[in-house]
């Protein structure tokens, strides 16, 4: 069995900055790649970024490119995504998710069997 806990979200100004944080638990959680996924109201989920096992290889959807980057501290078994010059199109719920998912497939999220809850990102203009 496998936790994942998304804490970071919250109300920033357009081009603000937050960081989210998915603390996994679970005594394998570590060898798995992690992803971030966002859905908006009324909108599919959407991959976000991926981060492999070692964290030496990452990936990221175009819209965010630039502006996010993701990291994990394999000791605390935490994934960040430091999203920063954020727009009003970012407001989502974000999700992070754990499965053995590569860099070709990662933004599927039929893929994963693991989720976190979600945290609430809101972006005003």
């Known amino acids: 069995q496998v936790d994942l806990v998304e804490s970071g979200g919250g109300l920033v100004q357009a081009g603000g900055s937050l960081r989210l944080s998915c603390t996994t638990s679970g005594t394998t959680s570590s060898y798995y790649p992690i992803s971030w996924f966002r859905q908006a109201p009324g909108k599919k989920r959407e991959g976000v970024s991926w981060i492999n096992s070692s964290g030496e290889r990452t990936a990221y959807v175009d819209s965010v490119k630039g502006r996010f980057a993701i990291s994990r501290d394999k000791a605390k078994n935490t994934v960040y995504l430091q999203m920063n010059n954020l727009r009003p199109e970012d407001t989502a719920v974000y999700y992070c998710?754990?499965?053995?998912?590569?860099?070709?497939?990662?933004?599927?999220?039929?893929?994963?069997?693991?989720w976190g809850q979600g945290t609430q990102v809101t972006v005003s203009s």
């Open positions: 998710a754990l499965d053995f998912v590569d860099d070709s497939t990662w933004d599927r999220a039929e893929l994963y069997e693991y």
